[in-house]
């Protein structure tokens, strides 16, 4: 009797440590859909104000093809342009860091391939790359980069260097690799002075800022510069696709919404995070190679034929 008491005792705990249970994970789903439709709702009003249309000339691509791929979740291109602007929501001026990122996610793959900004393109002002921008606007810049590389540019993104500040900082800061230590004096953004270790450093917004700024005494000149660039960026996409990146959640759509201009559509964003999530999995960076030259007075950086070959090849090959 005794016995059959203490095991209905027995049974009558667990059965209510399962109800316990139960409800914590029923209250833990209930919280946690709040909090989803709340971010939902938050995330779909701060994506579409950031969307912009955008008339391209008739070219490699368009609007409508450009939405047929990522209905289909098959790979594309989008390019990405840092303004030259200080300001929040100036997104004026001319495009310094050009880079285009080819996201296939077949091959599970991201390629981000920067193009510096005094590449020596025809038929733009200053025969430089970073004016097109500067004179006609996104689709001039995705004109220009399907001109120069014969590759399809299917979406573009715009930010400023508040955005680059902003959003480091809206993520806890960012780890990279340094290749080598170097002092840098922000006469024009920050007006503050930075000392970057050799070696994995961790950055606030502001040092990233300044990290990913400094060209002169770099070996490389503007090719280290880019390379710095890709870093950052990368960096701060790992860190958004984390739990503490998604807690910053309100943080990152402020500067969003304050910095960033893009040609994406609300749904052609919630398609990428459907279809595109693996693509993350792989970051290949490169750039387009130049060498120094002055052409017409201005001192630009030419490609061979060879070396635009090989970045078509590699951008095509990813987008197969």
Known sequence: MRKDRHEKKKKSLGKKIAIGLGSFVGLLLIVGGIVFVIAYNDVANTMKNTHTAVERKDGLTNETKSAALINEGKPFTVLLLGIDATEANDLTGRSDTIILATINPQERTTTLVSIARDTYISGISTNKINAAYAFGGAAGAMDAVEQLLNVPVNQFITFNMEAVE???????????????????????????????????????????????????????????????????????????????????????????????????????????????????????????????????????????????????????????
């Open 166 to 320: 902003r959003m480091v900082d809206a993520v806890g800061g960012v780890s990279v690799d340094n290749a080598f230590a170097f002092d840098f004096q922000d006469d024009r953004v920050t007006k503050e002075s930075f000392h970057f270790e050799q070696g994995e450093i961790h950055l606030t917004g502001k040092q990233a800022l300044a990290f990913s700024r400094m060209r002169y005494d770099d070996p490389r000149g503007d090719y280290g510069r880019q390379e710095r660039q890709r870093q950052v960026i990368e960096a701060v996409m790992r860190k958004v696709a984390t739990v503490d990146g998604l807690t910053n959640y309100r943080d990152m759509l402020t500067v969003l919404g304050d910095n960033m201009k893009t040609s994406l559509t609300w749904d052609q964003m919630r398609g990428l995070i459907t279809n595109y999530r693996s693509a993350a999995d792989t970051i290949k960076q490169d750039n387009l190679q130049g060498v120094g030259d002055m052409v017409n007075g201005s001192s630009v950086q030419v490609v061979s034929s060879d070396e635009i070959n090989r970045v078509h090849e590699l951008i095509a090959g990813q987008l197969k």
